[in-house]
């Protein structure tokens, strides 16, 4: 641990200074005053809550600068820099509004909460308000449109992000800081266990952040984060809560969800569920059959919260059905029919969170995270109303995570910890394509600071192993590094440059290795290969930023090369109805850039601006071993999302925002063998909310009119893109109250 012995060395550096404090009110624009705000030093990792009277108080706070930001549900958050000198309080008002642009928080980047502009990896957030806006039966389809983001499906009930191109086993979707056990990543047509309906945050780091989360994050990580995740660790007197509802049509959707925490002196109970579903959904063509959804999920949970110390225990269970639209086309029931296929999907968890904090020391806390996934899907085959199983798949996986936070030294902070899990993977009937495997990771990591006052360095690394023990084939064993650096420079008031060296190393996936058979979810037969190596990633990553009240930019470059890259290749040949694929090895290169601008044309006017763009080829010509395919230097990869620009007017009014905004698309040109082109499209949408903010709660009415030209468009990267087209003109109403 180079990281721990470099920071013991540093302690004796760090000068001995009287600490200071800070102090001050939360209060809306109103001037009444604002509780249960949350109130952030970054820096520090510190956080504080509002009481009934808005004051809010640090003690102990190092000398120095710091941004202190405030936020609360439904309003726009306020940034702050407060100086604190030594053995003196510093003092610091918020008065928080509507705001068209708000600061983000995330706390996945780098394990702590921080901004988004001060984060070294780029980071985007969508908050509980604007997830109600957004309502859909998947985080895909909610996801889709964001900055360097798209969506893979096999209709709306299985979309899941592809961040900058990369999908399957390299993004990692997590709830809470931890993985939900789902098999999504292996199949087009599995979704993720997660009702967006109930979320706090939904955060998106884009690029490697496998130092942090492992060898499956590669090329990036979606953090799913609900409302319960603060109360887990945060001691809070009183209750908060929230109920939600939507409703739309073109697919006659509706949800509805609540949730209600409460704390009692050092004790926390928490609890919130829901229900929602769609029915198949409209194009300016027809109605596509059998793309319904519903599903409900339940969770509980209650916790411990001393003043060093917390534990805290919680359940949660969701199930849900969705339909595969047209998978019957390419599956026929025995009387020679089309059947409908449905998934039916359940999923339970438990999860232990406990540590010790405040202690002193140079290791002041430690937070260990032991999480419990019982994962099962059914693939039902539906035919003139008699069901039957098809292929049941099994996921069991524990996890675990210790992290500690060690004390800053002068200009060093950082964390190091370990992490492993233990997986096992079953599946029995027509698409179970491999044996019974089990696989074990065990990890160690460190994430280091280095804070000076005009430029701050972050620097550290991960040593991970992963093994995979099959019933029938050849066991696997895979152990690498993986590494980053990275600078942040301050430029001007507001500016930074930030740039980040990664190395990474990624193991095979379970599928890629040993799968072999009809995989009606891939519309492959799929053959993999159980002597492929590990993929090893070195990437370059550049963001230049810039964050005013009247002028917010970001525009990032990546530039990826992966050694061994693993795609599954077409290889000409039919085979069981299906396009026979392999799964291959070649050296490649991803290329991109995203780019957001927000413009205040007037206090209440802003223009909305984004783009994004990325390249992905092979740097070399691979031939399969075992069928001889073989796929060209400068052949594009396949799935790969065309380029997109999105431009918007953010026009508000006291507690009224209207936004009108289009989605310009290009043509997808750079195709792989097999792949079809997909035209250009311009979809054009308004969405519109109104805010009635108190000191208690906050009510907000919101209305989503989506493809108001009815345009007839299709994804490029829906595995059934020729036979299903996008959703077509509709309106999508919601309402949330948040109290507190």
Not at 88 to 102: E, G
Not at 311 to 330: E, K, M, Q, T, V
Not at 424 to 436: D, Q, R, V
Not at 540 to 550: A, G, V
Request: charged share 20%.
């Amino acid at each position: 641990m180079a990281a721990a012995i470099l920071f013991n060395i540093c302690i004796p550096l760090a000068p001995a200074q009287s600490a200071g404090s800070i102090l001050g009110t939360v209060s809306l624009a109103s001037g009444e005053r604002l509780h249960t705000a949350i109130i952030l030093i970054p820096q520090l990792s510190r956080r504080a809550e509002s009481d009934d009277h808005g004051n809010f108080r640090f003690i102990n706070v190092p000398p120095g600068t710091y941004a202190v930001v405030a936020r609360a549900s439904g309003f726009g958050d306020e940034r702050r820099t407060v100086t604190v000198a030594a053995g003196k309080p510093a003092s610091v008002d918020f008065k928080l509004k509507l705001a068209a642009v708000r600061e983000e928080i995330t706390v996945t980047a780098s394990g702590r909460e921080e901004t988004a502009y001060e984060s070294f990896q780029a980071v985007s957030t969508l908050n509980s308000i604007e997830l109600v806006k957004e309502a859909e039966p998947s985080i895909g389809e909610v996801l889709d449109n964001e900055p360097g983001v798209a969506k893979r499906s096999f209709g709306p009930g299985s979309a899941r992000p592809v961040i900058r191109g990369f999908d399957g086993d390299r993004v990692l979707v997590m709830r809470d800081g931890m993985p939900t056990g789902a098999l999504s990543s292996q199949s087009g047509d599995h979704g993720e266990p997660i009702n967006v309906l109930g979320l706090e945050r939904l955060e998106v780091v884009k690029g490697p952040a496998t130092l942090l989360y492992g060898s499956s994050a590669l090329g990036g990580v979606v953090n799913a984060i609900t409302p319960n995740e603060h109360f887990q660790e945060h001691s809070h007197d009183g209750m908060t809560g929230y109920v939600s509802g939507t409703g739309g049509s073109t697919n006659d959707s509706g949800g509805v969800d609540a949730g209600l925490q409460a704390g009692f002196g050092t004790w926390a109970f928490w609890a919130n569920g829901g229900a929602n579903r769609t029915d198949d959904y409209r194009t300016p063509i027809g109605r596509v059959e059998n793309s319904g959804t519903r599903s409900a999920d339940l969770t509980a949970g209650a916790g411990w919260l001393g003043n060093r110390s917390f534990f805290n225990l919680s359940g949660n269970h969701i199930d849900s059905r969705y339909g595969i639209p047209f998978a019957g086309a390419f599956e026929e029931s025995p009387d020679g029919e089309q059947a409908d296929i449905d998934v039916a999907m359940r999923r339970w968890n438990v999860r232990s969170t406990a540590g010790y904090k405040n202690l002193g020391g140079p290791l002041p806390d430690f937070r260990l995270m032991l999480d419990y996934n019982d994962y099962r899907h059914d693939e039902i085959e539906v035919d003139d109303g008699t069901e039957s199983l098809g292929t049941r798949f099994t996921n069991r996986l524990f996890n675990y995570r210790g992290v500690f936070t060690q004390k800053q030294a002068g200009v060093l902070s950082g964390s190091f910890g370990f992490s492993g899990a233990t997986r096992m993977y079953k599946a029995t009937g027509p698409e179970a394509l491999s044996s019974p495997v089990d696989q074990m990771s065990f990890a160690v990591f460190a994430l280091e600071q280095i804070a000076l006052p005009r430029i701050g360095f972050q620097f550290g690394g991960r040593v991970e192993s992963n093994r995979y023990d099959a019933q029938q084939g050849l066991d696997r064993d895979f152990t690498g590094f993986s590494g980053a650096a990275g600078v942040r420079v301050p430029l001007w008031t507001g500016g930074a440059f930030v740039a980040n060296y990664t190395h990474s190393y990624r193991a095979p996936a379970l599928e890629e290795l040993y799968n072999f058979g009809p995989h009606l979810g891939n519309l492959a037969f799929e053959i993999g290969n159980s002597a492929l190596q590990r993929e090893l990633s070195n990437g370059l990553d550049l963001s230049l930023r810039h964050s005013t009240n009247t002028l917010r930019v970001e525009a990032n470059f990546f530039l990826y090369r992966i050694g061994n890259f693993v795609f599954l290749a077409p290889t000409h040949a039919i085979r069981e109805g299906l396009m026979e694929a392999e799964y291959m090895q070649g050296d490649s290169r991803f290329m991109g850039s995203e780019v957001t601008a927000d413009v205040s044309l007037h206090p209440n006017l802003w223009l909305n601006l984004g783009f994004d763009v990325v390249n992905a080829e092979l740097n070399r010509t691979v031939t399969s071993a075992n069928t001889g395919a073989m796929a060209a230097a400068g052949t594009p990869l396949p799935r790969i999302p065309p380029m997109r620009g999105r431009i918007g007017v953010d026009a508000r009014f006291k507690g009224l925002s209207i936004n009108p905004n289009v989605v310009i698309a290009d043509a997808a040109e750079d195709l792989f063998p097999t792949e079809t082109r997909t035209a250009g499209y311009t979809v054009v949408n308004l969405d519109a909310s109104y805010t009635l903010p108190a000191k208690h709660t906050v009510h907000v009415f919101s209305v989503k009119a989506f493809n108001l030209g009815d345009r007839l468009y299709r994804n490029h990267l829906s595995f059934i893109k020729e036979l299903a087209p996008e959703i077509g003109r509709g309106v999508r109403v919601g309402y949330t109250v948040r109290f507190f």
